[in-house]
Structure formats: C-alpha cells, structure tokens
C-alpha cells in the first residue's frame, strides 16, 4: 500500500543485505580475524576498513538507486524484507538515515500462515512445526524491536489496526515517511489493495515495480505464486490451530504475546471433538 503512492518506489524484496552484504562483511571479519599460522589473504589485504566500508555503500547505492529510477515521482524507496528484522544492526551500519517500519501481528495468526505456506509455495523456507514456527516469530519480533536501540527512526503499525482503520493508519505511515497524503487518498490506495481485489482473478492489484534480469527474462506481467494470498483476517488461529498447538505457542512466545497486549486466552479448536473422545474411548 506504501509503495502505491507517487512519491515512494519499491521492488520486489531485493535480499540486497541479508543474502548479499552481510556474506560480504562476514568474509571480511573472518578474513582479518586470522593469525600469523595462517596466511593473510582476502580484500584487507588491498582495502583499509574505511574503504571497504565505501564500496558496501557504494554497492548499497547502486541498487538503491536503480529502484528509485523505475518510478521518476518517487523520493522514498521502499524495501520490503521480513528477514531484515534480523539485520537492523547491519542497516544502522550502512544506512544510518533508514526508516524502520515493523508491522506487528498477533503471533498465533502468524503461525498458522507459516503453517499454510509450509504446505505450498513456502515450503522452501516456512516452519512446519508449530514450536519452530513461534520460535521464528519471536525472534523476528524481538530483533526488529532493537532497531530502536540502534537510534534508527522506528515505528511499529499492528496488522489488526490496519484491518480495523486502514486509512488513518496508512496516513500515519506517510507522515512517518515524510510523504504528504490525504486521508481521501489513503482510503483510495486502502480500498484498491482490499483482499477480495488482490485476489481477484482479474487484474492483479501491486505496487510492485520489476526490472533487472527477472524482467528481461520473464516480463513484467508478474504475480505471487497460488496460496500466496489468503484471507488476511485477524483471530483465525482460532479456527485453524488446535487448543495444544495454541499451548506450544503459548509456551514459547506467550510472554511476548502479553507484552504486546495479546491475550493469551485459549480460544482454539479442541484438539480432538468431544464425539472423537468418546469413540476413541470405546475403541479401547
């Protein structure tokens, strides 16, 4: 929805500084951190600290500049990457003026989409394990949070507020982003990325801008794969997850949950029916 508007641009996640940069600064320390047993070898043995640091910079830039050339109104780029809850550290490092936005969501609903996708188009990457799967949201939520440690601009939108109040919500992130919009407009881009549009098989409803080698291969006329989408409510969990998966969540990540005003009242679906009970009883 931010990436909607005439004056913020975004691409496609980038994984500009989790699978690129941080390698690259990785290989760096563990090149210097060598002793005299070993050789020294790698780019300390060209580069000073400083220079290294100029051309991850320079590198960060280069992309970073590409995007905000695909939309010519644009002065914000906008990238949207869940793994750089792990990585604010790093972007306080080398992008010092970033803006951070972490979008909260009730961690039981989180887990039961990482459980869906699991089974389909995330299977490369979602947790299968509803353990795991909390683990993995509390760890993202907790690392995104330190971005306010690290003296990064830093602002926090719950996923239910923007279901309740989209527009206002939307209006506060633009002023967050210092982008000047009206409340007409922000209803206007809410209601054009309502879920029943963006799902629609119809037009395909993105603000999301291609280029690079994905476009000369495959075109612009791009979409999420299937099951990407889907339906976006708040409190299902509820409905999708058992009353002992919503346990194990609970052990891990129910702190959390209340922290963040949550509460950890157990509303799920029986683990087994009352009428499975008894068959299971009378089998035995």
């Known amino acids: 929805m931010l990436g909607a508007h005439p004056s913020i641009v975004t691409s496609q996640e980038t994984d500009l500084l989790n699978r690129?940069?941080?390698?690259?600064?990785?290989?760096?320390?563990?090149?210097?951190?060598?002793?005299?047993?070993?050789?020294?070898?790698?780019?300390?043995?060209?580069?000073?600290?400083d220079e290294f640091d100029e051309w991850i910079v320079r590198s960060i830039a280069t992309v970073y500049q590409k995007v905000r050339s695909l939309k010519s109104s644009a002065s914000v780029v906008l990238d949207k990457n869940p793994t750089y809850s792990?990585?604010?550290?790093?972007?306080?490092?080398?992008?010092?003026?970033?803006?951070?936005?972490?979008?909260?969501?009730?961690?039981?609903?989180?887990?039961?989409?990482?459980?869906?996708?699991?089974?389909?188009?995330?299977?490369?990457?979602?947790?299968k394990k509803t353990v795991q799967a909390a683990k993995t949201w509390?760890?993202?939520?907790?690392?995104?949070?330190?971005?306010?440690?690290?003296?990064?601009?830093y602002i926090e939108v719950r996923y239910e507020q923007l279901l309740r109040n989209g527009p206002v919500e939307l209006s506060?992130?633009?002023?967050?982003?210092?982008?000047?919009?009206?409340?007409?407009?922000?209803?206007?881009?809410?209601?054009?990325?309502?879920?029943?549009?963006?799902?629609?098989?119809?037009?395909?409803?993105s603000s999301i801008l291609w280029s690079g080698e994905v476009e000369r291969r495959h075109g612009t006329n791009l979409r999420e794969p299937d099951g990407f989408f889907r339906e976006g409510r708040s409190g299902a969990w509820a409905e999708l997850l058992t009353a002992r998966?919503?346990?194990?969540?609970?052990?891990?990540?129910?702190?959390?949950?209340?922290?963040?005003?949550?509460?950890?009242?157990?509303?799920?679906?029986?683990?087994?029916?009352?009428?499975?009970?008894?068959?299971?009883?009378?089998?035995?």
């Not at 390698?23 to 600290?49: E, I, M, S, Y």
């Not at 087994?272 to 009883?281: T, Y």
């Open 172 to 205: 506060r992130l633009f002023d967050f982003c210092k982008v000047p919009a009206t409340l007409t407009e922000c209803r206007l881009i809410y209601e054009r990325f309502a879920f029943d549009n963006i799902r629609s098989p119809g037009e395909y409803h």
């Open 138 to 153: 509390k760890k993202h939520v907790l690392g995104a949070q330190l971005a306010r440690d690290y003296c990064m601009a």
């Open 20 to 49: 690129y940069i941080e390698p690259l600064c990785h290989a760096w320390n563990r090149d210097l951190a060598t002793n005299q047993k070993r050789r020294f070898k790698g780019l300390g043995a060209v580069l000073t600290q």
């Open 86 to 127: 792990l990585k604010t550290k790093l972007i306080c490092r080398y992008l010092p003026q970033a803006h951070f936005i972490h979008v909260l969501r009730d961690g039981r609903d989180v887990v039961a989409s990482m459980l869906a996708a699991s089974t389909g188009w995330g299977r490369s990457w979602a947790p």
């Open 245 to 284: 998966q919503h346990r194990a969540i609970k052990k891990v990540a129910g702190t959390l949950l209340g922290d963040l005003g949550y509460s950890t009242v157990n509303n799920a679906r029986p683990s087994m029916s009352i009428e499975r009970v008894i068959k299971f009883f009378c089998r035995t």
